[in-house]
């Protein structure tokens, strides 16, 4: 597999505010890369980016080896972009609009596309000015899966969606994958990176501060672990790996990062009664990272 | 009492407006004075005012192009007869556009939504924003009246300060009155688009009344149905009347109470002449960038064409009326605009000049659209698919020529055929060759406003305006005060000569034509390198 999305010290500025700060991202092809981070972090601006809408202060971006400016063009042929605003022209009608998109593309699944509209209980004859903000959003997201593109660049893409639809998205993104298809998914729902998402990168005050597997990064945060016991808790300190303690009563918590051996013979002899572990959920992992507010 | 979210409403109305209000005013006065001061000077005999009045203050045919010039020998009476029909259209346009800005532009953007979910209900924040016209219509009055007193300080000129205020309020009235048609046509029409279409279709009707009533003396009475008549009959420099003055406010607020009430019944979001939200595809146009682009301004470019035509068929249709049975000394008046050879050619000189400032009103239309498109977002669907920038933006700016050669031609056309049924000897390649002479200076406004867009596109749309109407403005200016010519050259019709009364220099038209390709290429190379306006 190849490198489908490779960024080199690429970095945006206006004036003195740094709205992305020398990011080097490597996206390989056929994955599916969940890209977090807060509000203002930087995500847009990297996919504006790629889609060549702005251009870079410094550094360079380059898409299945073609520079995202100067081969905009040719480029654009092999992705599919989303937003999470679904700015469409509001007296086309939603099949019209689907239409313009594949036309203007230049290929479209035709019966991939009827499926989809199925799928996503779109009705395609209303006007965009009729939809509501979920069914304008349906509207791109047909168009771009339909397209069979190279590359899906999804900023935010189910602001809108119900519950249901957000199962229908996954399930399109699964397919997509299957295809062989690459994603790039911009998200904040956290629940739905783990699901679809291979690798995560995380961005922070327009730096990305980590990047790798979702089970790496779970493993860096360690596991949680919630004792009761017979007797008093015995004193863990010193103890390695273990940190966070807290005690109230008979009950026990803590993180532990590495083996968890350790701990549990430091509370044997207090009797164990009932013992719960489990890895960090990203949202966890999302507090810890950014929870300080920064 | 209203509520601080209707005081805020209320606020931001007049804020945007303002900046507009203050150009219209200052322009107004500027001109207004001018007109002043330039007879002042030049006729300075009661004698010579006197010959004036006798050979040409009683024609129709002009009262009927221009505006009454029963008061010539008078500087006040021609000041008014100077400015009437462009400032007043002017005035018109430019409140019909602010009316529906405030009231159906921010719905179409969605920030109307939010500003009545504040502690407010539809109707009353109508009624806050509607209140903005009135203050912008009090502020042209106001500036116009200034600027034209200080004018008339001058002994020569010799007007009061209440001649002034009335002279400004003559104008402000027309303001007030087709904001509020403008507020109204917001509640009526889904689209800011179909709201201007409704409300320039009242002020043209309201433009040829005031014709009507000058055609003969037992049509008077229709002017008394038009606020381009209340302005005759306020009668700033003779015997000010205020009745037309109360009639054009109780008029006003009566049509800002309907507006008030449709908006209370109608649901945010939707014209009460809205069609129908679902219907089966039509795919015409939508198969290429240029394809979305004709099947998007389609509509607005032929009602353009539609005006430009039907003012043509006017002043053809009024060309015998002006041209037979004029005393020769009736030249000096057309003289003012620099008209000169035979009385036809003069008069169909100055009728294209008023076709030139319509047809460069295209391009400021066309460039506005072409930077909604890009604000609002929508661009990103086409530039994030494989479409070139500078693809993009030529084929708009492609569009939008060939619409202003489309307008100058069919103007051309119906002003000879309306011409040629009344006998008048006008031949149809001379007008066509009037018709095309207007369109290097349309093509300039083109050029300037695309730069203008490659380089601040959220205010591209209105400056363009702004530059075609202030080209109007300095043109009229530059006509009247032989020291102020100058200005002149700032003006985009700089180099239109008003053919067929005056010749048409080749080297003058291929220059402006080279300008205007040549500021076309500079904005396309520079939008194609800049940022994208985020939505």
């Given at each position: 597999m190849?490198?489908?999305v490779?960024?080199?010290?690429?970095?945006?500025?206006?004036?003195?505010t740094?709205?992305?700060?020398?990011?080097?991202l490597?996206?390989e092809?056929?994955?599916v890369?969940?890209?977090?981070g807060?509000?203002g972090?930087?995500?847009?601006?990297?996919?504006?980016?790629?889609?060549?809408?702005?251009?870079?202060t410094?550094?360079s971006?380059?898409?299945f080896g073609l520079?995202?400016?100067?081969?905009a063009?040719?480029?654009?042929?092999r992705?599919?972009?989303v937003p999470?605003?679904s700015a469409?022209?509001?007296?086309?009608?939603?099949e019209?609009?689907?239409h313009?998109?594949a036309?203007?593309?230049?290929?479209?699944d035709?019966?991939?596309?009827?499926e989809?509209v199925?799928?996503?209980?779109l009705?395609?004859?209303?006007?965009?000015?009729?939809?509501?903000h979920?069914?304008r959003?349906?509207?791109?997201?047909?168009?771009?899966?339909?397209?069979?593109?190279?590359?899906l660049?999804l900023?935010e893409p189910?602001?809108?969606?119900?519950?249901?639809?957000?199962?229908?998205?996954?399930s399109?993104?699964?397919?997509a994958k299957?295809?062989?298809?690459?994603v790039?998914?911009?998200s904040?729902i956290l629940?739905?990176?783990?699901?679809?998402?291979?690798?995560?990168?995380m961005?922070?005050?327009?730096?990305l501060?980590e990047?790798?597997?979702?089970?790496?990064?779970?493993g860096?945060?360690?596991?949680?672990v919630r004792?009761?016991l017979?007797?008093?808790?015995?004193r863990?300190?010193g103890?390695?790996g273990v940190?966070?303690?807290?005690i109230?009563?008979?009950?026990?918590?803590c993180?532990?990062?590495?083996?968890i051996?350790?701990l549990?013979?430091?509370?044997?002899?207090?009797?164990?009664?009932?013992?719960?572990t489990r890895?960090?959920?990203?949202?966890e992992?999302?507090?810890?990272?950014?929870?300080?507010g920064? | 009492?209203?509520?601080?979210?209707?005081?805020?409403i209320?606020?931001r109305?007049?804020r945007q407006?303002?900046?507009?209000?203050?150009?219209?005013g200052?322009?107004f006065g500027?001109?207004?004075a001018?007109?002043?001061t330039?007879?002042?000077?030049?006729f300075?005999?009661?004698?010579?005012?006197?010959?004036?009045?006798?050979?040409?203050?009683?024609?129709?045919?002009?009262?009927?192009?221009?505006g009454p010039t029963?008061?010539?020998d008078?500087?006040?009476?021609y000041?008014?007869?100077?400015?009437f029909v462009?400032?007043?259209?002017?005035g018109?346009?430019w409140?019909?556009?602010?009316?529906?800005?405030?009231?159906?532009?921010?719905?179409?953007h969605?920030r109307w939504?939010?500003?009545?979910?504040?502690a407010?209900?539809?109707?009353?924040?109508?009624?806050?924003?509607a209140?903005?016209?009135?203050v912008?219509?009090?502020?042209?009055?106001?500036?116009?009246g200034?600027?034209?007193?200080?004018?008339?300080?001058?002994?020569?000129?010799?007007?009061?300060?209440?001649?002034?205020?009335?002279?400004?309020?003559?104008?402000?009235?027309?303001?007030l009155s087709?904001?509020?048609?403008?507020?109204?046509?917001?509640?009526?029409?889904?689209?800011r688009?179909?709201a201007?279409?409704?409300a320039t279709?009242?002020?043209?009707?309201?433009?040829v009344l005031?014709?009507?009533a000058d055609?003969?003396?037992?049509?008077?009475?229709?002017?008394?149905?038009?606020?381009?008549?209340w302005?005759?009959?306020v009668?700033?420099f003779?015997?000010?009347a205020?009745g037309p003055?109360?009639?054009?406010?109780?008029?006003?607020?009566?049509?800002?109470?309907?507006?008030?009430?449709l908006?209370?019944?109608r649901?945010?979001?939707?014209?009460?002449?809205?069609?129908h939200?679902?219907?089966?595809?039509?795919?015409?146009?939508?198969?290429?960038?240029?394809?979305?682009?004709?099947r998007?301004e389609?509509?607005?470019?032929?009602?353009w064409c539609?005006g430009?035509?039907?003012?043509?068929?006017?002043y053809?249709?009024?060309?015998n009326?002006?041209?037979?049975?004029l005393?020769?000394s009736?030249t000096?008046m057309?003289?003012?605009?620099?008209?000169r050879?035979?009385?036809?050619?003069?008069?169909f000189?100055?009728?294209?000049?008023?076709?030139a400032?319509?047809?460069?009103?295209?391009?400021a239309?066309?460039?506005?659209?072409?930077?909604?498109?890009e604000?609002?977002?929508?661009?990103?669907?086409?530039l994030?698919?494989?479409t070139?920038?500078?693809r993009?933006?030529?084929?708009?700016?492609?569009?939008?020529a060939?619409?202003?050669?489309?307008?100058?031609?069919?103007a051309?056309?119906c002003?000879?055929?309306?011409a040629?049924?009344?006998?008048?000897?006008?031949g149809?390649?001379t007008?066509?060759g009037?018709g095309?002479?207007?369109v290097?200076?349309?093509?300039l406004a083109?050029?300037?406003?695309?730069?203008?867009?490659?380089?601040?596109?959220?205010?591209?749309?209105?400056?363009?305006?702004?530059?075609?109407?202030?080209?109007?403005?300095l043109?009229l200016?530059a006509?009247?005060v032989?020291?102020?010519a100058w200005?002149?050259?700032?003006?985009?019709f700089?180099?239109?000569?008003l053919?067929p009364?005056?010749?048409?220099s080749?080297?003058?038209?291929?220059?402006v034509?080279?300008?205007?390709?040549?500021?076309?290429?500079v904005?396309?190379a520079?939008f194609?390198?800049?940022?994208l306006?985020?939505?």
């Amino acid at each position: 597999m190849g490198v489908a999305v490779r960024t080199e010290g690429l970095t945006k500025r206006y004036g003195s505010t740094v709205a992305l700060d020398h990011l080097d991202l490597e996206i390989e092809a056929g994955e599916v890369f969940g890209y977090l981070g807060p509000n203002g972090a930087g995500k847009s601006t990297t996919i504006a980016l790629l889609l060549g809408l702005i251009r870079p202060t410094s550094g360079s971006a380059a898409i299945f080896g073609l520079d995202v400016a100067r081969d905009a063009v040719a480029l654009h042929r092999r992705l599919a972009y989303v937003p999470s605003e679904s700015a469409l022209w509001p007296s086309l009608t939603g099949e019209e609009a689907m239409h313009l998109l594949a036309e203007l593309h230049g290929t479209v699944d035709e019966a991939y596309r009827d499926e989809l509209v199925e799928r996503f209980h779109l009705d395609p004859r209303k006007r965009i000015r009729a939809y509501s903000h979920g069914n304008r959003q349906k509207v791109l997201l047909v168009a771009a899966f339909a397209s069979r593109a190279d590359l899906l660049l999804l900023d935010e893409p189910t602001t809108g969606l119900d519950p249901l639809m957000e199962q229908v998205f996954r399930s399109c993104v699964h397919d997509a994958k299957a295809r062989g298809q690459t994603v790039l998914l911009s998200s904040h729902i956290l629940s739905e990176v783990e699901a679809v998402c291979d690798r995560v990168g995380m961005l922070r005050a327009a730096r990305l501060i980590e990047v790798g597997r979702l089970g790496d990064l779970q493993g860096i945060g360690g596991q949680r672990v919630r004792a009761e016991l017979h007797g008093a808790p015995p004193r863990l300190d010193g103890l390695a790996g273990v940190s966070d303690v807290t005690i109230s009563g008979n009950v026990m918590e803590c993180e532990v990062t590495g083996p968890i051996g350790p701990l549990l013979e430091a509370l044997a002899p207090a009797g164990i009664e009932h013992l719960v572990t489990r890895t960090p959920s990203l949202e966890e992992l999302f507090v810890a990272r950014y929870g300080d507010g920064a | 009492m209203p509520s601080p979210a209707e005081r805020a409403i209320a606020r931001r109305a007049t804020r945007q407006l303002l900046v507009g209000a203050v150009v219209v005013g200052l322009s107004f006065g500027a001109s207004a004075a001018a007109a002043a001061t330039t007879y002042a000077s030049t006729f300075t005999t009661a004698a010579s005012r006197a010959q004036i009045a006798a050979t040409t203050g009683a024609d129709r045919g002009l009262a009927v192009v221009l505006g009454p010039t029963r008061g010539i020998d008078t500087v006040g009476g021609y000041t008014v007869y100077k400015g009437f029909v462009f400032l007043t259209t002017i005035g018109a346009v430019w409140a019909v556009l602010a009316g529906t800005r405030l009231l159906r532009g921010e719905e179409d953007h969605g920030r109307w939504q939010l500003l009545v979910a504040g502690a407010t209900r539809p109707g009353r924040a109508t009624a806050a924003a509607a209140l903005a016209i009135g203050v912008v219509a009090v502020v042209v009055t106001v500036l116009t009246g200034l600027i034209v007193a200080v004018a008339g300080r001058s002994p020569d000129v010799g007007f009061s300060p209440g001649q002034s205020l009335a002279y400004g309020a003559s104008l402000g009235l027309v303001v007030l009155s087709f904001g509020a048609v403008g507020a109204v046509a917001s509640q009526l029409g889904g689209t800011r688009r179909t709201a201007n279409g409704l409300a320039t279709v009242v002020v043209a009707v309201a433009f040829v009344l005031r014709m009507l009533a000058d055609t003969a003396d037992g049509l008077r009475w229709l002017r008394w149905a038009t606020p381009f008549g209340w302005t005759l009959l306020v009668d700033p420099f003779g015997q000010p009347a205020w009745g037309p003055l109360l009639l054009a406010v109780v008029v006003s607020v009566a049509l800002g109470a309907l507006a008030v009430v449709l908006a209370g019944r109608r649901d945010v979001g939707r014209g009460l002449l809205a069609r129908h939200d679902d219907r089966p595809a039509r795919l015409g146009g939508l198969g290429s960038t240029i394809g979305l682009a004709t099947r998007l301004e389609g509509p607005t470019l032929l009602a353009w064409c539609a005006g430009i035509a039907a003012t043509g068929l006017l002043y053809g249709m009024v060309a015998n009326l002006v041209t037979s049975d004029l005393p020769e000394s009736m030249t000096s008046m057309l003289d003012r605009f620099g008209a000169r050879g035979t009385l036809v050619d003069q008069y169909f000189g100055v009728v294209f000049l008023l076709v030139a400032c319509v047809a460069a009103l295209i391009p400021a239309n066309q460039i506005g659209a072409a930077a909604d498109e890009e604000t609002s977002g929508r661009i990103v669907r086409i530039l994030a698919g494989p479409t070139a920038r500078a693809r993009w933006l030529g084929e708009r700016l492609a569009l939008a020529a060939v619409a202003t050669l489309v307008a100058a031609l069919l103007a051309a056309v119906c002003t000879w055929a309306a011409a040629a049924a009344q006998g008048v000897p006008i031949g149809l390649v001379t007008l066509l060759g009037a018709g095309l002479n207007v369109v290097p200076s349309a093509l300039l406004a083109l050029g300037v406003g695309a730069v203008l867009l490659a380089v601040a596109p959220r205010h591209a749309g209105g400056i363009t305006y702004v530059v075609v109407l202030l080209s109007v403005v300095l043109d009229l200016v530059a006509s009247m005060v032989s020291g102020w010519a100058w200005l002149d050259q700032l003006s985009i019709f700089h180099r239109l000569a008003l053919y067929p009364s005056e010749p048409v220099s080749v080297a003058s038209t291929v220059g402006v034509l080279v300008a205007a390709v040549a500021l076309a290429g500079v904005a396309v190379a520079a939008f194609a390198r800049r940022d994208l306006h985020p939505a």
